[in-house]
């Protein structure tokens, strides 16, 4: 069974530019979280989706998005980017929402320079 | 305010030198503890799930368990490939939301 992917692996953007992430998730799962991980402040919760719903969110401003699609792969975009964005991005699915068994993809490495 | 505290921060063993790391919480009622393993330029994978203190899982040289405040997850006869960041995470029924602390980095030693 295949697991997460995220593409891609690897960004590097310039500050003011926008960035979108894809992820998709494992067959059957129907639940997306993203979260930003960084060395200082470790792994924080973006947002999560479920039925092409954003069903929770976490404190971070609004040039983080994100959406779903039908066959539950997500994205998620970041606009005007900052130099403190640079970070790990990881993606993870479960089956359900507000389910946290979940399976996280590899990540995004976002550098912003 | 939810938070999640892991001790220690590093921690280095001897293959074969058993030990723990503890996850401290302060939740608004807690819906489940979760562990995971991080190895370097991966994404977590996940160890366990626990719903209520007292509960105890267990999964080859790694046994997990809670109490009304914190979580242990005790290593057995640590082997090199053990070697990994342990993360925490609570999820709170008030939020909803996941909430990870800074991690354990476990280094063990032939």
């Known amino acids: 069974k295949a697991g997460v992917t995220q593409t891609p692996r690897y960004l590097i953007k310039t500050r003011g530019q926008q960035v979108t992430l894809s992820c998709s998730p494992i067959?059957?799962?129907?639940?997306v979280s993203w979260y930003q991980q960084t060395p200082g402040q470790g792994l924080q919760f973006l947002f999560e989706?479920?039925?092409?719903?954003?069903?929770n969110k976490g404190n971070f401003p609004g040039r983080f998005s994100g959406r779903q699609f039908s066959n539950s792969r997500s994205e998620m975009n970041v606009s005007t980017l900052e130099l403190g964005d640079s970070a790990l991005y990881l993606c993870?699915?479960?089956?359900?929402?507000?389910?946290?068994?979940?399976?996280f993809g590899p990540g995004t490495r976002l550098t912003v320079t | 305010e939810d938070q999640v505290t892991q001790s220690p921060e590093a921690l280095r063993l001897q293959e074969g030198e058993s030990s723990s790391l503890n996850c401290s919480y302060t939740v608004s009622g807690l819906r489940g503890l979760f562990w995971y393993r991080q190895d370097p330029g991966k994404g977590p994978e996940f160890l366990f799930t626990?719903?209520?203190a007292g509960e105890e899982k267990e999964k080859e040289r790694l046994k997990a368990t809670l109490t009304k405040k914190e979580s242990f997850l005790h290593i057995t006869a640590p082997k090199p490939e053990d070697s990994a960041t342990y993360l925490c995470a609570v999820q709170a029924s008030s939020t909803d939301k996941l909430i990870f602390g800074t991690g354990t980095r476990l280094q063990v030693f032939p």
């Open positions: 989706y479920f039925s092409e719903t954003q069903r």
């Open positions: 993870a699915s479960s089956r359900t929402l507000g389910n946290y068994e979940q399976y």
């Open positions: 626990l719903y209520s």
């Open positions: 067959s059957g799962h129907r639940s």
